[in-house]
Nanobody, 116 residues
Framework: QVQLVESGGGLAQPGGSLRLSCAAS????????MNWARQAPGKGLEWVSG????????FYADSVKGRFTISRDNAKNTVDLQMNSLKPEDTALYYC?????????WGQGTQVTVSS
């Protein structure tokens, strides 16, 4: 079955960096666009970034543009999110999301906390 497993979250100081990774299995990863979304405490879900199946299209929410970088490795079935210049408002549970032909699939999430 489809599995998306995030890793790499943790505690970072403002201005610091973290790298999230999502390992995918159970589907043909190279056929599908992948996304990252987040949910901050007490707030709704926010789409963060997306990347086309072949990496030819990359998109970011305005709130992270210029600070976050999404990438994928179709040989390893992974999609990463490099997060630089972190701000306290980036604190959230971050989800890897695959929009497949059978529906949307979400990982369990990885917590990112930005605090001094």
């Amino acid at each position: 079955q489809v599995q998306l497993v995030e890793s790499g979250g943790g505690l970072a100081q403002p201005g610091g960096s973290l790298r999230l990774s999502c390992a995918a299995s159970g589907f043909t990863f190279s056929n599908y666009a992948m996304n990252w979304a987040r949910q901050a405490p007490g707030k709704g879900l926010e789409w963060v970034s997306g990347i086309y199946s072949d990496g030819s299209g990359i998109f970011y929410a305005d709130s992270v543009k210029g600070r976050f970088t999404i990438s994928r490795d179709n040989a390893k079935n992974t999609v990463d999110l490099q997060m630089n210049s972190l701000k306290p408002e980036d604190t959230a549970l971050y989800y890897c999301v695959g929009i497949l032909s059978g529906g949307d699939y979400w990982g369990q999430g990885t917590q990112v906390t930005v605090s001094s």
